[in-house]
Nanobody, 123 residues
Framework: VQLQASGGGLVQAGDSLRLSCAVSGRTISSYVMGWFRQAPGKVREFVAAHTWSGGPTFYEDAVKGRFTISRDNAENTVYLQMNSLKPEDTAVYYC?????????????????WGQGTQVTVSS
């Protein structure tokens, strides 16, 4: 299973970005899909998870109401729509796939990872 994240860039505070994670090798309907991020000098942290089609989604408190995770099973792609971006959202964003039905917010629950895409938000 391979994950390819894209869509990052340099934006100003208040702008929007949509990250994409294209998955190959297996259908994403088999996995819980998540997004994590890692800022310089900080540990990787959970951002959002999409459990399964029609299932619940989970968000880190700091992004609730601003970020939306979604999946397109036909395209085998997961998205992270990020609105009202803030400088503190600056990080490398990683997508990940988990075969576990538990522990969505822990990176230890995820089996496959993309390479990361840089998001930089200027003030």
């Amino acid at each position: 299973v391979q994950l390819q994240a894209s869509g990052g860039g340099l934006v100003q505070a208040g702008d929007s970005l949509r990250l994409s994670c294209a998955v190959s090798g297996r259908t994403i309907s088999s996995y819980v899909m998540g997004w994590f991020r890692q800022a310089p000098g900080k540990v990787r942290e959970f951002v959002a998870a999409h459990t399964w089609s029609g299932g619940p989604t989970f968000y880190e408190d700091a992004v609730k109401g601003r970020f939306t995770i979604s999946r397109d099973n036909a395209e085998n792609t997961v998205y992270l729509q990020m609105n009202s971006l803030k400088p503190e959202d600056t990080a490398v964003y990683y997508c990940a796939a988990s075969q576990s039905q538990y522990g969505y917010t822990s990176d230890r629950s995820y089996d496959y990872w993309g390479q990361g895409t840089q998001v930089t938000v200027s003030s």
